[in-house]
């Protein structure tokens, strides 16, 4: 836990980083916002970050992780979104820039490092006012987390230049180069080589006795530039291991897609194979019941055709001579009663033809009299006009 107050978290969060030099790194905080105005002051400062939190886009997030799983961007600020579910082989280091205010949220923090057997390193920055958050976690996890002060990175440099203002204790120098950097005692630089797997304190010592003319500057050097080697050394093994998980995870993933579609492939020729042969049985099944519905028809219209064939020429045997015999006897009723309608009808139509020739004869002779009469009159008053003229005349 690093003590410091809100205006120089950032300056401690910047010196703690160029200090650890850390493969891959988280910092979470706690709203959307911050994290995005502390990824734009890292990356002013050089850094190369990026951010995740709730107001990506689904595909920014796939991208923004997968430049992260690549190592492209080493710190990534992110907010509690990230602390769930997420699961990044190689991440080293994680920076609490805001304190989560339960221990769930710390847990699951941190909990992005040090997985599959991994080492990892977890900071959390805390001001005066995140004590009671800071007494939460603690009651939370039944840990008391080791406090140091936000200006540790400047202690080696503060270290050398006490040393050579005493006038170069060389031991006292390396001690304090020694606590600058990673809090130990003088006698910690044995103790350092032991947690790396080096050398033990034996080693140290004649280390310290082969240079013990050296100046304290120099000897500073040396421990920086076998920190440096060090950490490069570590580096490397990281990500050699993130290599290794990566390749045997995608040989896994290879393996299990080639079996998955194996499988499947065998279940379709499996299916395949069934419903042929349920079609072949199906049309089995149809052809022989309709080769059995044929024979059936086939009998019964065998047994049935004779015997509606004789039912046939009975019933004609039967009902021709009925038949014949009410035809007769329909002839015999209605030829005579034709006969009469014919005898009645041609007598009415004679009797209709000589009145409507009697009535035709009346009419011609009333009107031949009619005409003669007219004709005689008018001879009688022609006469009579001749005679008067000629008594006028004379």
Request: with cysteine.
């Amino acid at each position: 836990m690093i003590q410091t107050t809100d205006r120089g978290k950032l300056d401690a969060l910047c010196k703690l980083i160029d200090e650890e030099n850390p493969y891959l790194a988280m910092i979470f905080c706690r709203t959307k916002l911050r994290a995005s105005k502390l990824n734009k002051e890292l990356a002013e400062r050089g850094y190369s970050t990026d951010e995740l939190h709730g107001d990506l886009t689904q595909a920014k997030r796939e991208q923004v992780m997968k430049r992260f799983r690549e190592a492209k961007i080493q710190p990534l600020v992110a907010t509690d979104i990230a602390a769930r579910g997420l699961d990044v082989e190689g991440i080293t280091h994680v920076f609490n820039y805001d304190i989560p205010h339960d221990a769930e949220s710390y847990i699951h923090r941190i909990g992005r490092t040090g997985r599959a057997g991994q080492t990892g390193k977890a900071f959390t920055f805390a001001a005066p006012r995140d004590a009671y958050f800071l007494e939460l976690i603690e009651r939370g996890i039944k840990m008391t987390l080791s406090k140091q002060g936000a200006r540790r990175a400047e202690t080696a440099a503060q270290g050398a230049g006490a040393a050579r203002g005493r006038g170069g204790d060389a031991a006292r120098g390396a001690g304090a180069q020694a606590r600058g950097r990673g809090g130990d005692a003088a006698r910690g630089a044995g103790a350092q080589a032991r947690g790396r797997g080096g050398d033990t304190a034996r080693g140290a010592g004649a280390q310290t006795r082969g240079h013990g003319g050296d100046a304290p500057e120099a000897q500073a050097r040396r421990h920086a530039g076998a920190a440096a080697t060090r950490r490069e050394a570590r580096v490397r093994r990281r990500a050699d291991a993130v290599a290794t998980q990566r390749e045997a995870r995608a040989r896994r993933h290879a393996d299990a897609a080639a079996t998955q579609r194996e499988a499947r492939a065998r279940r379709h020729a499996d299916a395949a194979a069934t419903q042929r042969e349920a079609q072949a049985r199906r049309r089995a099944d149809a052809a022989a019941t309709r080769r059995e519905a044929q024979a059936r028809r086939r009998a019964d219209a065998a047994v049935t055709q004779p015997e509606a064939r004789a039912r046939r020429h009975a019933g004609a045997a039967v009902t021709q001579p009925e038949a014949r015999a009410r035809r007769h006897a329909g002839a015999a009723v209605t030829q005579p009663e034709a006969r009469a309608r014919r005898h009645a009808g041609a007598a009415a139509t004679r009797r209709e033809a000589q009145a409507r020739r009697h009535a035709g004869a009346v009419a011609t002779q009333r009107e031949a009299r009619a005409g003669a009469g007219a004709a005689q009159a008018a001879a009688g008053d022609g006469a009579a006009v001749n005679w008067s003229s000629t008594l006028y005349l004379v």
